[in-house]
DNA sequence: GATGAATGAGAATTCATTCAT
DNA sequence: CATGAATGAATTCTCATTCAT
């Protein structure tokens, strides 16, 4: 084995595993866990279901996998807006523009998938009870505090304005075919305060 | 033989059944059609399976039944509201008080199960043809016309804005466990004319 | 309970009884013991499917009164030939036209049934044990060696005759529709001393 | 991968395939569609029953498979009399000896299970309405007109003697263990014309 | 690394049988 | 005696997972 050997090796490892990554977040977010046969998402990448296996130990573990990774984008992704420059009621409706685009609908069903379906394998819920919905609110209440402090934001509880909020947007992405997608405008009205 | 008996039957016959079809709604929305065991059904109803086929003649008659039920349900619904009395924006606000509430929630979720779930049966598809998610906005639209009329609806394309509220109410209802409902008000804020 | 109500007990349950057993004849003859069911029996009887289980302990116990009736029908009715006028090509004539018979199919179709259905009875296998196919050829032998003798009957042996005689007899009874059953004169050429 | 591998892949499939219709055919034969379990074949073709499926959708579709093999064969090995050389008689006499030769009996008993059990799926019932049993006679129709012409075959109707002939072959082969198969010379004289 | 044959646990469904009324 | 509600064992079929090649 030359190195030179190894990394081909390597680089054949990850451009399968990624293969499959990708592959498995459409099959999930379609059908749900237990609806997503192993065949399927071979199928989708286009490899035989036995090479799944070299890469992911089991369904529940490429399951879970999928989930960590989208937990860690979406917190990312909100905990991002932090370090953003313009007034708070800009930077979320930036962050509702960006939930609400196409692409990240997959990671959202993913993430419902993991909190509800009963097929959910221990690890990926135990990563939903480390990271549970909270968790989210919690990052948001800060931006929301500011904004209704800047008179951005309507008055009231802000834990419950970010619920709703959240709620939403998590409930939109969730529909999937057949029911239109608000744009972000739409949504903002929920939260901004009226003149 | 006598009649007491035949009534008793009638009345065993008229029990089992909608203990059966209380559990079923309960299992199918939370688990969907393929996540939703029969013996879970049986389990929830406290009977055995097989007694479960002695009143539905498969899983998919079961769900399809219960589809039906939801869908008319639901459309009835709607439109009861053009006989109330009231402003159009007073009557949609009590539809959406309406809709919110906690016992209509398996509802939505059966009627998001049967338009997404791939294990979704024949008939039940039907029924979704039959009734789809159009047929809810045609049947809101006229209402919210009559208050943008009286200029008590955001100005835009109507279908537009009855498409939005739809999708913002239906993905709310289907989110579940551990997310915040929002109360009326809040949503009622996606559609009013701003002072 | 008066003597004249017990008569009258008695006499409904030899009805019910007799109607069951014609309806289970029926049933088993077209469909074999796994192909029915206790409720299409009760349902060929005009009756309930409870109500069979007071006659009749259980599937196989009714199974296997049936094959013994027929057993014991089909012996007499050979045994019945002894006691004939007649030479003995004219008595087996008189059996083989007997035998083809529409009515007769039900009671060969049975016996078939038990002789070869995996799912036979401890007590219909017993019988079949006790009056195999054997015993029929054993009480027809005498007369088709009184044939031989009196130069009616082709030559060889006996047994093989009347082994090959009952073979097709029984082979004929046992297709059903959709087959043409052939008259006696056509079976009868396999067995007459050509002149 | 190699062309090798493909070869032995081919190999193993075809062996798979030729063990599983074998015991199949061994099973349907003695106990009918409905007396069949996916097991008894697994069992008898000595694989697991999940591998059953691999090579055959479901049950029905293993046995539609069955019937057309013996259905095809069986027409062939009619139709082939036609080439042979030799008196329509000899022909037929060979035909009869082929027929009850042991190894044909499946295919006689599948055939007539396809007829008559009630079990019977979809496929192969259509099977049996295009080929149904009039087929045979059809088939056999000439060359025993042939024979009539010739004096060898006795005086009648035709279709009435083939029709004869073939349900007393049918019925000799569908008997099973136990019942003597007389050889073709006794069914032969059936037909054949006396002198 | 890659394939697909092979296995077996699990789920839907059927039906003999029991039993309260 | 009669009914049909109720149960559970048995059967078909699916699919995650293993493993020889």
């Given at each position: 084995m030359s190195p030179l050997r190894e990394e081909q090796l390597d680089q054949i490892r990850d451009e399968r595993k990624d293969q499959i990554v990708q592959a498995a977040i459409k099959v999930f977010a379609r059908r749900g866990i237990i609806g997503t046969k192993m065949s399927m998402i071979a199928a989708e990448a286009g490899i035989s279901?036995?090479?799944?296996?070299?890469?992911?130990?089991t369904k529940d573990d490429l399951f879970?996998?999928?989930i960590q990774g989208a937990v860690e984008t979406s917190i990312a992704s909100i905990e991002g807006l932090?370090?953003?420059p313009g007034s708070p009621l800009e930077r979320i409706r930036l962050l509702t523009e960006h939930i609400l685009s196409k692409e990240n609908?997959?990671?959202?069903m993913l993430i419902?998938?993991?909190?509800?379906?009963?097929?959910?394998p221990e690890k990926a819920g135990r990563l939903m009870k480390e990271y549970p919905l909270q968790a989210y609110i919690d990052r948001l209440l800060p931006l929301f505090k500011e904004g209704q402090q800047a008179g951005e934001i309507a008055d009231g509880d802000p834990e419950e304005i970010v619920g709703n909020y959240f709620s939403i947007l998590s409930g939109i992405m969730v529909l999937g075919e057949g029911y239109r997608i608000p744009n972000a405008e739409f949504v903002m009205r929920t939260i901004v305060k009226p003149k």
């Open positions: 279901h036995g090479l799944v296996y070299h890469y992911f130990k879970s996998m999928l932090y370090g953003l609908t997959p990671y959202f419902y998938q993991a909190a509800h379906s009963d097929g959910v």
